[in-house]
């Protein structure tokens, strides 16, 4: 006998739900639920509530370092996360009784009452919810790699022993492992996911496709989401020009797609490949891929891509579930194709776990060398042309790029045998003509300085040190010796309108001869922060008042420290101040002389922020209301010149990256660098100064101001 739940999804696909008996149906729009969840002055004032009395964040371990593998995107509030949309009363899921999905008490107003016993997610029990209407799909889904967590548990069998198993099944698999690693079809389809912190997308409105920036990304943020959108590179080329999000390539079928034996996405018959679109692949005018035919197409097509490094996870002494992850690092290696099945070379990445992940829960995995750690990877860092397919010998004879015994630990040997490369398997260097390169006009040749030349003269004269990070990361750690100035006293503050305005030749003149630095025409300046460009704003700063003799550390305050050079702690020195004698240059322009000098085409606008935000599917929320980017500007995310480790590119790689996307030093037009405050655009000219650009300009107030007054 059917149960009343499962009559009523049995009667609505049938007769409509106007049919349905009214003893069993009592829509949503009639319940209790939709009269507190579409209410929004009332959420507001319940939410508010639980933020006061510290109800609304779970319980975070104080063991917890990084957050995963997966990302929080700008947060939803509180009140977002619960607030029910009208429309969705009047959409088909609308008219299903809230109580029939969510269970909980639908007639009480009392919120403890009315959610006792209520599942925040009913798709976690499909079957009994969603399969009651889509009973194809969910049937296939609930074996999905999305949605069934064998292939974890599989591979977790074989690398730890039955007791190992069977204890972490009881705690560290439950709470930590399938958070990421089991989904369900309200994360896909209806919420964020739980690792993005959760919450209704749309007021509970069903999207037949999710949405990829709110359900793709979060799930897929590091390693493949981050190198898609030009985050940790160049972006994608599918994305970055043509826009082409997640459902472009992995199409419903797959994603459904019950896994059965297969214990990765590469055994589906349902999987994307390039000869989907590309067909002329093997028979097209390009003869390097007949002569390629045993090379993946990813080998010379895709950029570098980021590595998982560790992740540990268990349980603290409170008993409360946590993780320590590391973040990626970027890498680009070949292997020789595990399946055995076509192209022989192929991309591999390292896997995230370790034989002590789960040491603070199981001790080390007893048998952790069963299975590889490295496996085949098909990066979403595409392009069409790379630093691989510039030259030949950028491949052939380079070592670097092969994973064979020197590049795993000893003990891993064994297990990455069957991919593992031997030197007879590397091809040899060839005879090649390179002519893509630009020869780097550098007027100052010290401008670009390593650890190393520092270490050697940070104590010459006329050549002082800068931070340009926060007060507190200064004091917490610093190159000996330096001088400290925050890059945020350059520009104006957020309250401005626009933010983050550089300040008057005249103002920053006095900054940087004051008490802090004390600084004189013929003093050389060496500027370094953590990677996050506060080094390009003071660049530009010193370049504004007339300052010549500056340079910049490569790879910033890291390069320093693996190099083995110790750090000091403490407060900044000070200096005697200077009157500093300004000879200002204007290297900045507003939105109207952009559109005069477009309108002119004097200028290419060159947009340095990651390929997400040049396309409008993110922004930063705390300076735009508005996603996007101006009309006909080139994305060029600005981590394209920097390699994993921070450092920035050599001289002809950089050439060509530039040449390649169409920058280059020709004087006809000038190249206007964009981004959204001009924190970005100033690291960015400051490498393109350093390369002997002098056609450069920086818009000022970037997307902040282009999106305050024409979005």
């Not at 609308?94 to 919120?111: A, E, F, R, T, Y």
């Not at 670097?400 to 991919?419: G, K, M, S, Y």
């Not at 002809?652 to 037009?669: F, M, P, V």
Request: charge should be neutral; proline fraction near 6%.
């Amino acid at each position: 006998m059917l149960s009343a739940k499962k009559a009523v999804f049995f009667i609505i696909p049938l007769l409509g739900l106007s049919f349905a008996p009214a003893n069993i149906v009592k829509g949503a729009e009639l319940s209790q639920c939709a009269l507190c969840h579409t209410d929004p002055e009332l959420i507001d004032e319940l939410t508010e509530e639980a933020i006061m009395y510290g109800e609304g964040d779970p319980e975070i371990s104080s063991r917890q370092i990084g957050n995963g593998y997966g990302v929080k995107q700008a947060p939803f509030d509180l009140y977002e996360k619960i607030l029910v949309s009208e429309s969705f009363l009047s959409s088909t899921h609308g008219q299903i009784p809230c109580q029939l999905c969510h269970l909980g008490n639908p007639d009480s107003n009392d919120p403890a009452t009315a959610h006792a016993g209520m599942l925040r997610d009913p798709s976690l029990s499909s079957t009994e919810t969603c399969g009651q209407c889509h009973e194809d799909i969910v049937s296939k889904a609930i074996n999905s790699l999305h949605m069934n967590a064998t292939p974890l548990y599989a591979s977790l069998e074989k690398r730890c022993s039955r007791e190992q198993m069977d204890s972490m099944k009881e705690s560290t698999l439950q709470k930590q492992c399938l958070s990421c690693h089991q989904g369900s079809c309200g994360s896909c389809h209806v919420s964020r996911p739980a690792v993005s912190g959760g919450g209704l997308r749309q007021g509970h409105i069903f999207k037949k496709k999710p949405d990829f920036v709110d359900q793709c990304l979060p799930c897929h943020t590091s390693p493949t989401g981050n190198d898609f959108i030009g985050k940790n590179g160049k972006g994608d080329v599918h994305y970055r020009k043509h826009q082409m999000t997640c459902s472009g390539c992995h199409s419903g079928p797959e994603l459904h797609a019950s896994a059965g034996k297969a214990t990765n996405r590469y055994h589906f018959d349902q999987r994307p490949q390039c000869i989907d679109c590309h067909t002329d692949i093997s028979t097209g005018p390009i003869p390097e891929h007949v002569t390629h035919k045993n090379v993946s197409c990813y080998v010379c097509h895709a950029a570098p891509y980021q590595n998982c490094t560790s992740c540990h996870i268990g349980l603290d002494e409170n008993g409360v579930s946590y993780s320590q992850s590391s973040p990626p690092k970027q890498n680009f290696k070949i292997g020789l194709n595990p399946d055995k099945k076509g192209a022989r070379y192929v991309l591999m990445r390292e896997v995230g776990i370790h034989r002590d992940t789960f040491k603070n829960d199981i001790g080390k995995m007893k048998r952790f060398s069963a299975l590889p750690t490295y496996k085949m990877a098909t990066p979403h860092t595409i392009q069409r042309r790379t630093w691989q397919t510039a030259d030949c010998n950028h491949c052939h004879g380079n070592k670097d790029l092969f994973l064979t015994q020197d590049t795993v630990p000893f003990d891993a040997i064994v297990a990455n045998n069957h991919v593992l490369l031997k030197s007879t398997d590397i091809p040899e260097k060839v005879q090649t003509k390179r002519s893509f390169i630009l020869s780097p006009t550098h007027p100052d040749p010290a401008m670009r300085v390593s650890a190393d030349w520092l270490k050697k003269h940070y104590k010459d004269k006329n050549l002082v040190i800068l931070d340009t990070r926060t007060k507190a990361q200064y004091e917490k750690g610093h190159i000996p010796g330096a001088y400290h100035l925050c890059f945020c006293l350059f520009r104006t503050g957020a309250e401005a309108t626009p933010p983050y305005m550089m300040l008057s030749p005249q103002e920053l003149a006095k900054t940087l001869g004051g008490p802090r630095l004390g600084l004189s025409p013929d003093t050389r300046v060496v500027l370094y922060d953590d990677g996050h460009s506060g080094r390009g704003i003071v660049f530009l700063a010193l370049q504004m008042i007339g300052h010549q003799k500056i340079s910049f550390l490569d790879g910033n305050i890291s390069s320093w420290e693996q190099s083995g050079f110790t750090l000091a702690k403490g407060k900044a020195p000070q200096a005697k101040v200077n009157d500093y004698p300004v000879k200002a240059t204007n290297p900045l322009v507003d939105n109207h002389g952009i559109i005069e000098l477009m309108g002119s085409g004097q200028a290419i606008v060159v947009d340095v922020r990651n390929a997400a935000q040049h396309n409008g599917h993110m922004k930063r929320s705390d300076i735009t209301k508005k996603g996007g980017s101006i009309p006909e500007s080139l994305s060029f995310p600005l981590q394209t010149v920097v390699d994993g480790e921070g450092m920035i590119h050599s001289d002809e790689r950089l050439s060509w990256l530039l040449s390649t996307a169409g920058i280059n030093q020709s004087r006809e037009k000038k190249i206007i660098v964009t981004c959204n405050t001009n924190m970005l655009a100033a690291e960015f000219y400051m490498i393109l100064t350093y390369l002997g650009y002098d056609n450069v300009r920086i818009h000022d107030g970037s997307w902040a101001e282009w999106s305050a007054e024409f979005q």
